[in-house]
């Protein structure tokens, strides 16, 4: 299997179980920030986002945003995602892949990418970031939000490839095993892959994860 095709596959295995990540009590007051930051920034906006998973942070960009497109590659966070915001206005999900966005360009004000640039393969990463940046307008904000690795509470890295990508052995509920491509960039190097296409460049380096803004 592709690095690609295991990922995709490693997280429609894990729809179900997805949201557990974010019961974790240590991690709380991180999270509490990281919605109020996300509601603060996408007030009135019309919002792109970028591997919505089961909809945690469709949800909260949702409260005070214009509107928002929520895309994943996989049905089955689609699925949850879906039930989740039934009753929220404005919001529509649809299946997209990241590195393909089938949106036309200088649509959105708004921008939000949860838990994907770490799963994004450093070779990627920029031409993701071009195509990302394609669909908003000028002035748009962007919002990345990620994990910091901490030691004894983040999976431990089990190797780093050729290309300094690293990854993480983890398990499911149904006992499979899989490895995961996960990076945790450093402050330097998150300013330094948006130096040359974005201002108002902001990071916030929080406990347990690290947030990213910019206008692109
Ligand atoms: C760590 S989860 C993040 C989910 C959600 N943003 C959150 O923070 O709760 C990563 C997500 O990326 C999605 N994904 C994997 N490959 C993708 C691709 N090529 N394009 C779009 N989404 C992808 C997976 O289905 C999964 O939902």
Same mark, same amino acid.
């Given at each position: 299997?592709?690095?690609?095709?295991?990922?995709?596959?490693?997280?429609?295995?894990?729809?179900?179980?997805?949201?557990?990540?974010?019961?974790?009590?240590?991690?709380?007051?991180?999270? !509490?920030? /990281? &919605?109020? =930051?996300?509601?603060?920034?996408?007030? %009135? @906006?019309? *919002?792109?986002?970028?591997?919505?998973?089961?909809?945690?942070?469709?949800?909260?960009?949702?409260?005070?945003?214009?509107?928002?497109?929520?895309?994943?590659?996989?049905?089955?966070?689609?699925?949850?995602?879906?039930?989740?915001?039934?009753?929220?206005?404005?919001?529509?999900?649809?299946?997209?892949?990241?590195?393909?966005?089938?949106?036309?360009?200088?649509?959105?004000?708004?921008?939000?990418?949860?838990?994907?640039?770490?799963?994004?393969?450093?070779?990627?990463?920029? !031409?993701? /970031? &071009?195509? =990302?940046?394609?669909?908003?307008?000028? %002035? @748009?904000? *962007?919002?990345?939000?990620?994990?910091?690795?901490?030691?004894?509470?983040?999976?431990?890295?089990?190797?780093?490839?050729?290309?300094?990508?690293?990854?993480?052995?983890?398990?499911?509920?149904?006992?499979?095993?899989?490895?995961?491509?996960?990076?945790?960039?450093?402050?330097?190097?998150?300013?330094?892959?948006?130096?040359?296409?974005?201002?108002?460049?902001?990071?916030?380096?929080?406990?347990?994860?690290?947030?990213?803004?910019?206008?692109?």
């Amino acid at each position: 299997m592709t690095m690609d095709a295991s990922i995709v596959s490693y997280y429609a295995k894990r729809a179900a179980e997805y949201e557990r990540i974010y019961d974790r009590p240590e991690r709380r007051e991180d999270l !509490r920030r /990281l &919605r109020e =930051f996300v509601e603060r920034t996408f007030a %009135g @906006a019309h *919002v792109f986002e970028v591997a919505c998973g089961t909809g945690y942070w469709t949800e909260v960009a949702a409260r005070s945003s214009a509107a928002i497109v929520a895309t994943d590659i996989n049905e089955e966070v689609l699925a949850i995602a879906r039930l989740k915001l039934i009753n929220t206005r404005r919001t529509m999900i649809v299946r997209a892949d990241a590195y393909a966005l089938p949106f036309r360009p200088q649509r959105f004000t708004g921008g939000l990418c949860a838990f994907w640039w770490s799963h994004v393969p450093k070779s990627r990463l920029n !031409r993701f /970031l &071009r195509g =990302f940046h394609r669909i908003f307008s000028p %002035g @748009a904000r *962007v919002v990345f939000i990620d994990n910091a690795y901490v030691e004894g509470s983040s999976a431990p890295i089990s190797r780093t490839d050729e290309h300094g990508d690293t990854y993480q052995m983890r398990g499911l509920d149904d006992g499979s095993r899989h490895e995961v491509l996960k990076n945790f960039p450093t402050e330097s190097e998150l300013r330094a892959a948006v130096h040359d296409m974005a201002t108002e460049v902001r990071v916030e380096l929080l406990q347990y994860y690290w947030a990213l803004s910019y206008v692109p």
